[in-house]
C-alpha cells in the first residue's frame, strides 16, 4: 500500500519523536498519532495477529506507566518505569519497522534505495540485511529446536550461557549463509556498474502524502521542542 | 568454449589438499560434462572456476591459463561473466536473493540492466518452457526442495547464458525432483548450452553426459565418454568410491529383519498450519522396537513433521507414544528421542568436543564421555572446537551428545544427502553400532543405498498420511524399490526386477 521509502520514514521518525520527545504541548496529540499508525496499518494489511500483540503489549505498557508508577515505591518502581516506559516508547518504532520487514519485498526494497539515488556499496549491503531478516528468523528457530532438544532452556540460573549457546550457531550458520548467498547474487550480475532496472512498481500516492505529512508535522514539533 | 591449461589454485589459508593440481581441460560448445569423484576431490572448486567466483570472491593462489569463449576469465568481472555463465548451486536455502519466486526470476535480468518490458517477456518465457507458472509469486521458504532447485534453474534460463555450471544440485532432492531437474539440463542441452555439473548421484545423467571426468586429489585421473562410463561393472564405482548407477546394481547387504520383537506405539500424530487442510494425520502406527525405521515420502509428504512431533517439537502436540509400558507425551519426548538435525551445525553449542558430551550428562563424567567420544573415533578430537570439524565429524558429534543423554531414540533427519559413498557407509556403520547397543532409530532419507545398508523397517508417508509400514524383508524390499522406481519409470534408465 505504501511505497517502501514512506515507510522508512514513518520508521525513522516514529523511533525519534517517540524516544527523544518530551511530553505536553503538540506532542499530546502526535504522540498517539504515531502510536496508532502501526495498528492502522497492521489492521489494513490484514496482519491481524501482529494487530492484537501490539494492542495488547502497548496497552499494558501504557497503563503501567498512568496505574502501577504512582502507587509503587523504591527498586519496584524503579523496574515498572523502566519496563513500562521502555515498551511504550520502543514498542510503535519496532511494530513499524516489522511492519516494514514483513510487508516490502527485496526487489521493492532495491528499487526504493536506488530511487533514492543511493550509491551501490551502501544499497547492496543494506539489501543484503534486508533480505536477511527471514533467514535469521529461520535458524534463529531450528537453534531454538536443538537447545530444547538438549535440555538447554532458561530457569538453568546460566543467562550468559544461554546467550552464547543461542549466538555461537546461530553467527556460524548466517555467516554461511551469507557467504554462499553473496557467491549466487554475484554470479548473477549484482554490482555490474551498469542502472539496475527493476520490475517492481514503486511509487508515491495519496497514502504516502498523509504519511509523510504526519512525519513532517512530527519532525517539527520535535525539532521546536528542541529549541525552545 | 571452456579451456584450461596447466591450471593450479590452492584456497588461501589452507594447505593445499583441497585446490587443484594441473588441470588440462577442454570443452567444446554444446557439450555436456559430469564430474565425478569423492568429497574434497576438487570438483566444486572446479565448477567455481568456470563460473568465476575463483578467483574474483574466494581467495587463493591461482596460476595457470583459463578462457571462457575465449576471454580470460581473470580479467572479466563476474557481472560480465554472469551473461555467459548461469549457475546452479547445491544449497536451495542460500541461492535466492529474494524471498519471492517472480522477483527472484527477474533479479539476474534487473542486474544486467534490461529493459522492464524485456525482463518480464524473459520471465514469462522461463516459466513456460520450465512449467514454473504455478510457482511463481510465492515465498521461498514455503517452497520444498525440488520446487526451489526449479526455480534456480529458471533463473539460469531466464539470463540465457550459454554455458550452465551446476555444483551437486540434486543434494537434497527426492528422485521425482531429480526427475524434473533432469528433464531441464535435457532441456537445456537440445537448445545447445555448454553443461557443465558436478554430482554424487550419477544416474540421472545417463544419456545426457557426453563425457565424465573422474577427479581424484585436485587432478582429473580418469575421462570416459558418457556410453563407455554407463556401461561399467559396479566394481568398477565401488573401488573409485562412486555412488551406484541405478537400483537395479544395488544389491541390499543390510541388517535384515530380525522375527521376534517388541513393538511402539505412536497414536493420534496431527499438524495442521494456523489455517488450511491437515499436513499430518497419523491415527496409529505400530514399529518394531530396536528396529532402524527409515522413514521415506517424497519431498513435502510429511516425514520430517512426523518426525519432529516424535521429538516432541512441535507445539500443541496431543499425540501420544507408547514405549516399553511407558506413556509418553509431547513434553516428555524432549528427553527421551534426540535429533540429529540435516545441519548439524544447529545443534552444537560447546567450545570443544568434550564438553559437547559432558553438557548432556546428567552427572557430569569424563571417564564415560571418552569412552562415548573413542567408540566414535572421535577421542583425538576431544579439545577441539566443534565448529573445526569435518560434516560427518559433527555428525558423529551429535551422536555422541544423544549417547551421553541417555535417550533410547534416535532420529536422523536426511544423514546422507550431499554424500560419496565412503561417508554414506561410515554413516550406515554408525547407525548399525547404536541399533546394537538397543536404541530405536528413525532415519527420514531419499537414499535406497543408505536404506539398504542399514536399516530393518520402512515407514512410508505421502501426503501427511501412512501409505506404507512394513519390515525390510524380501517382500519389503521389493516393495521400497518399487517406490523408487515408480518415480523413474517412463525415463531411459530401465529397471528389472
Known amino acids: 500500500m505504501l511505497d517502501p521509502r514512506t515507510k522508512m520514514l514513518l520508521v525513522v521518525t516514529s523511533a525519534s519523536v517517540l524516544i527523544g520527545g518530551g511530553s505536553g504541548g503538540a506532542m499530546n496529540v502526535i504522540k498517539p498519532v504515531l502510536t496508532a499508525v502501526p495498528l492502522l496499518l497492521f489492521l489494513c494489511s490484514g496482519k491481524w495477529k501482529a494487530a492484537v500483540i501490539y494492542t495488547t503489549v502497548y496497552t499494558f505498557a501504557f497503563a503501567g506507566e498512568i496505574f502501577l508508577v504512582p502507587v509503587t515505591t523504591g527498586f519496584v518502581n524503579f523496574i515498572v518505569i523502566a519496563c513500562c516506559g521502555m515498551f511504550a516508547r520502543f514498542m510503535p518504532g519496532i511494530a513499524m519497522g516489522s511492519y516494514l520487514v514483513n510487508t516490502t519485498t527485496v ?49 538453568g540460573g546460566k543467562p550468559a550461557k544461554m546467550l552464547e549457546y543461542r549466538m555461537v550457531p546461530l553467527m ?32 508515491f500516492k495519496g497514502y504516502d502524502a498523509a504519511a509523510m505529512l504526519i512525519c513532517a508535522v512530527s519532525v517539527i514539533a520535535l525539532l521546536l521542542e528542541k529549541v525552545t | 568454449m571452456i579451456e584450461f591449461k596447466d591450471l593450479r589454485f590452492c584456497y588461501t589459508g589452507e594447505d593445499g ?35 568465476g567466483l575463483i578467483p574474483h570472491y574466494y581467495e587463493g593462489t591461482l596460476s595457470g591459463e583459463m578462457r571462457v569463449c575465449g576471454e580470460s576469465i581473470q580479467d572479466t568481472p563476474l557481472y560480465d561473466l554472469a551473461k555467459t555463465v548461469g549457475s546452479v548451486f547445491q544449497n536451495p536455502r542460500s541461492q535466492f536473493f529474494n524471498v519471492d519466486t517472480t522477483s527472484e526470476l527477474a533479479f539476474g535480468c534487473e542486474n544486467l540492466g534490461m529493459r522492464e518490458g524485456e525482463v518480464l517477456k524473459r520471465v514469462a518465457q522461463t516459466a513456460d518452457e520450465l512449467s514454473l507458472k504455478p510457482l511463481l509469486g510465492r515465498s521461498i521458504f514455503k517452497l520444498s526442495g525440488g520446487e526451489k532447485q526449479k526455480i534456480a534453474c529458471g533463473c539460469v534460463s531466464a539470463l540465457g547464458p550459454g554455458i550452465i555450471v551446476l555444483d551437486e544440485p540434486t543434494s537434497n532432492l527426492d528422485m521425482r525432483s531429480v526427475n524434473d531437474l533432469q528433464s531441464i539440463i535435457a532441456g537445456w542441452k537440445a537448445e545447445g548450452k ?20 573422474y577427479m581424484r586429489d585436485g587432478e582429473i585421473r580418469e575421462e570416459y565418454t558418457g556410453e563407455e562410463f554407463y556401461k561399467m561393472p559396479p566394481s568398477f564405482f565401488r573401488e573409485r568410491g562412486l555412488r551406484s548407477l541405478a537400483l537395479t546394481r544395488l544389491n541390499g547387504c543390510g541388517a535384515c529383519a530380525d522375527s521376534e520383537k517388541k513393538w511402539l506405539t505412536v497414536k493420534n500424530v496431527q499438524f495442521s498450519y494456523s489455517r488450511g487442510e491437515r499436513l499430518l494425520d497419523i491415527p496409529f502406527a505400530e514399529l518394531p522396537e530396536n528396529g532402524v525405521i527409515a522413514v521415506i515420502g517424497h519431498n513435502g509428504a510429511g516425514k520430517t513433521t512426523f518426525v519432529r512431533s516424535l521429538c516432541g517439537l512441535l507445539r500443541k502436540d496431543r499425540s501420544i507414544l507408547e514405549y516399553q509400558g511407558d506413556i509418553c507425551k509431547a513434553r516428555k519426548r524432549l528427553d527421551s528421542c534426540y535429533m540429529v538435525m540435516q545441519d548439524v551445525n544447529h545443534q552444537l553449542f560447546s567450545e570443544s568436543v568434550l564438553d559437547e558430551v559432558l553438557m548432556s550428562m546428567e552427572k557430569q563424567d569424563e571417564k564415560s564421555a571418552e569412552s562415548i567420544l573413542e567408540a566414535l573415533d572421535l577421542l583425538s578430537f576431544k579439545q577441539t572446537h566443534p565448529m573445526a570439524l569435518s560434516g560427518g565429524q559433527k555428525q558423529r558429534i551429535a551422536i555422541a551428545s544423544a549417547l551421553a543423554s541417555r535417550r533410547s531414540i534416535l532420529v536422523f533427519d536426511e544423514p546422507t544427502s550431499g554424500l560419496d559413498l565412503r561417508h554414506m557407509e561410515e554413516v550406515a556403520e554408525s547407525i548399525r553400532e547404536l541399533q546394537k547397543q538397543g536404541k530405536t532409530i528413525f532415519i527420514v532419507t531419499h537414499d535406497p543405498e543408505l536404506i539398504l545398508s542399514c536399516t530393518t523397517h520402512i515407514l512410508h508417508i505421502e501426503k501427511g498420511r501412512i501409505w506404507g509400514n512394513y519390515p525390510l524383508d524380501e517382500v519389503g524390499r521389493a516393495k521400497m524399490m518399487e517406490f523408487f522406481a515408480g518415480d523413474l519409470l517412463g525415463k531411459e534408465v530401465c529397471y528389472d526386477f
Open chain 1, 107 to 155: 526487489s521493492e526494497f532495491m528499487a526504493a534505495m536506488e530511487r533514492m539515488k543511493l550509491p551501490q556499496k551502501l544499497s547492496i549491503p543494506l539489501s543484503v540485511m534486508f533480505r536477511f531478516f527471514p533467514t535469521v528468523t529461520q535458524e534463529y528457530g531450528a537453534i531454538g529446536d536443538a537447545m530444547r532438544m538438549r535440555g538447554i532452556r532458561f530457569g
Open chain 1, 172 to 203: 556460524v550458520s548466517c555467516v554461511k549463509i551469507g557467504e554462499e548467498l553473496s557467491a549466487a547474487a554475484l554470479t548473477r550480475g549484482l554490482g555490474a556498474p551498469i542502472g539496475r532496472t527493476n520490475i517492481c512498481k514503486i511509487g
Open chain 2, 17 to 51: 589438499t583441497s585446490g587443484l593440481k594441473r588441470i588440462n581441460l577442454h570443452i567444446r560448445k554444446g557439450e555436456a560434462v559430469l564430474l565425478c569423484g569423492e568429497s574434497g576431490c576438487g570438483k566444486t572448486t572446479l565448477t567455481r572456476l568456470v563460473n
Open chain 2, 194 to 213: 555448454t553443461i557443465l555439473i558436478a554430482e554424487h548421484r550419477l544416474y540421472f545423467m545417463q544419456g545426457i553426459a557426453d563425457r565424465v571426468l
